[in-house]
């Protein structure tokens, strides 16, 4: 595709449920980012990925937090036993190197 | 000390003036600088990149970085209402694989 896609663009969990976040980076990226934005705030480093290698997970914030890239392409972003301070949109960004990345929509998450 | 430091503002500047805006960072070993534009509700945009002292100018934008003082700031020129954004500064670290985002410059360009 053109651009990085993220889905689904908006999610609704009761606290405690189990969500995946899938991102479908730019065709032939390397590098893949999964952030986390709260509201006001800066972007926060979750990980990254090197094709299907995950070199740096030390953003995640506990572990409940598990993040995937099988085949080098698409990434998900699965978070378990939802708590209300996991409400944030989470971004994915590719790039062709570790540095300049191109992001996707966001998925907003909201934990009721 | 935060890693990325920015105003959060809002800066408001007149529409065709020049708009200022500042980052400094704490890691001295930091390689590679981003500046990103985010409007609301939307993801950060990439609009300029910078690696070594000086200026880089891209049409009305010019990004200057000095690492002696560990500072890099985005210049835009003739602001237009649609610059109205918030900016985040981004730093590569060498050696590590994330980038850190600052919080972001709200910017406001006033018709």
């Known amino acids: 595709g053109a651009g990085v896609s993220q889905s689904p663009r908006y999610k609704v969990a009761k606290r405690g449920q189990d969500v995946a976040l899938r991102c479908d980076p730019i065709?032939?990226?390397?590098?893949l980012f999964w952030y986390q934005q709260a509201l006001g705030q800066g972007p926060e480093f979750l990980t990254y990925?090197?094709?299907?290698?995950?070199?740096?997970k030390s953003g995640l914030p506990s572990d409940r937090f598990f993040a995937e890239r099988p085949e080098g392409s698409v990434s998900t972003l699965k978070i378990q036993r939802t708590q209300q301070e996991d409400s944030a949109v989470y971004l994915c960004a590719s790039g062709v190197s570790n540095t300049e990345a191109f992001f996707g929509q966001g998925t907003r998450l909201t934990v009721v | 000390q935060k890693e990325v430091e920015q105003n959060s503002g809002p800066l408001s500047v007149p529409e065709g003036a020049i708009a200022s805006l500042n980052c400094t960072y704490s890691d001295r070993g930091s390689q590679s600088f981003f500046w990103y534009r985010q409007y609301s509700g939307k993801s950060p945009e990439l609009i300029m990149s910078i690696y070594s002292n000086g200026d880089k100018e891209d049409g009305r934008f010019t990004a200057q970085l000095n690492k002696a003082s560990q500072y890099v700031s985005l210049l835009i020129r003739d602001s237009q209402p649609s610059d109205s954004a918030t900016y985040l500064c981004a730093v590569h670290s060498g050696g590590y694989q994330k980038v850190t985002f600052g919080t972001g410059t709200k910017l406001q360009v006033i018709p």
């Open positions: 990925f090197q094709n299907e290698a995950q070199l740096d």
């Open positions: 065709s032939g990226h390397v590098s």
